[in-house]
Nanobody, 130 residues
């Protein structure tokens, strides 16, 4: 059973930086279990969950417009640890941040497919004060 565990959240003043990490435990690469995408999402109480950034199996990254130029997503060579470097934080970035993964059978991988996240972490809180 694959589990995602986030870390690195906390409180920071506006303009500061934080680095979030997500470790995928219990995952072993095989033809029947491939991590197609990993991504970061965030949610503020009372609002819909928002996609922040993701990276696919080929290393292609996408970012929400609100974080472009400030956040950087990265995945390690083993492809089981995900990071989000967040710079120039502002109060609008305050949210619970979640790591997610799209794990699928290798024969279901189609380059260009959209990510279908089926595994989620518990979240880590990021609070930015003005």
């Amino acid at each position: 059973q694959v589990q995602l565990v986030e870390s690195g959240g906390g409180s920071v003043q506006s303009g500061g930086s934080l680095r979030l990490s997500c470790a995928a435990s219990g995952y072993t690469y095989s033809r029947s279990s491939v991590i197609y995408c990993m991504g970061w999402f965030r949610q503020v109480p009372g609002k819909e969950r928002e996609g922040v950034a993701d990276v696919d199996i080929d290393g292609m990254t996408t970012y929400a417009d609100s974080v472009k130029g400030r956040f950087t997503i990265s995945k390690d060579n083993a492809k089981t640890t995900l990071a989000l470097q967040m710079n120039s934080l502002n109060p609008e970035d305050t949210a619970m941040y979640y790591c997610a993964a799209d794990v699928r059978a290798g024969w279901l991988v189609r380059r260009g497919d959209s990510c279908q996240y089926n595994i989620w972490g518990q979240g880590t809180q990021v609070t930015v004060s003005s």
